[in-house]
């Protein structure tokens, strides 16, 4: 069999990328399917060729698109692990939820932190005035940081990466807790055979010394089924 191109997320590859590598060894000495790990150095990066991946560990947007557009096939995802936002204000702003209404909210608007963000804020019967788009989660930062809105979103993950001078740049007022949206491991079609015995070998890591000690280097508890609900609740909120 050809050797299959690995994708990961690069919110994941930001420290400690060799892990992945480590995965894709652990995989092929488990399954004998060979993987390749390809590096993404940003997400334009991880975009191209995307679709032509024989396994992905992608966002939760990406997971729909393969999934709906390009036959991919969920294998699974980390027990207990959600995709997340946080709710950030300037320093001199009224540092509460409520007061984002009738207010520009800065953020990147094509991801689905900014959704799972609004679902909260809808809850609650706050409306933002507008969303001021930006090219990235530091650029959120940034933009309150120098006046052009007094509030924002960023992604739970990427704020948690951020260096204390960063995270001194704005005021946390809030983590969502949808429990909705998560990354999951994918196959493409020229995988799709061997699907069912790449979901068995991640299900069975943590009984394997080995494969126990490369999980607890990913963070990841244990690998779990996802099933089409899961999948179904996640669409509407990135369509939503």
């Known amino acids: 069999m050809a050797t299959a191109m690995m994708k990961v997320c690069p919110h994941d590859t930001i420290h400690e990328p060799e892990r992945w590598t480590e995965l894709a060894a652990y995989l092929h000495a488990q399954t004998g399917v060979e993987l390749a790990f390809d590096i993404s150095i940003d997400f334009e990066d991880f975009q191209d060729g995307l679709n032509l991946a024989g396994l992905v560990y992608a966002n939760p947007g990406d997971t729909m698109k393969l999934v709906d557009q390009y036959q991919f096939t969920v294998l699974a995802r980390p027990a207990g692990r959600f995709d997340e936002a946080v709710l950030v204000a300037g320093e001199d702003a009224e540092a509460t939820l409520a007061a984002i209404a009738g207010q520009p909210l800065a953020t990147v ?31 959120v930062a940034s933009c309150i940081f120098r006046g052009e809105c007094q509030y924002g979103i960023i992604y739970k993950d990427t704020y948690n990466s951020f260096s204390e001078q960063t995270k001194g740049m704005v005021k946390l007022l809030a983590t969502t807790d ?15 055979d061997r699907a069912d015995v790449l979901r068995q070998a991640l299900f069975a890591m943590p009984s394997d010394p080995t494969g126990k000690a490369l999980m607890e280097r990913l963070q990841i508890t244990v690998w779990e089924p996802v099933n089409d609900a899961d999948l179904a609740a996640m669409r509407a909120l990135a369509n939503g």
């Not at 900014?114 to 530091?138: E, R, Y």
């Not at 949808?178 to 799709?192: I, M, N, S």
Request: cysteine-free; charged content about 15%.
């Open 109 to 139: 608007e094509e991801l689905l932190p900014t959704k799972i963000a609004l679902h909260t804020l809808t809850k609650q019967g706050i409306a933002p005035a507008s969303l001021h788009n930006v090219d990235s989660w530091q650029a």
């Open 178 to 192: 949808e429990q909705v949206a998560f990354h999951t491991v994918l196959v493409g079609p020229a995988l799709a």
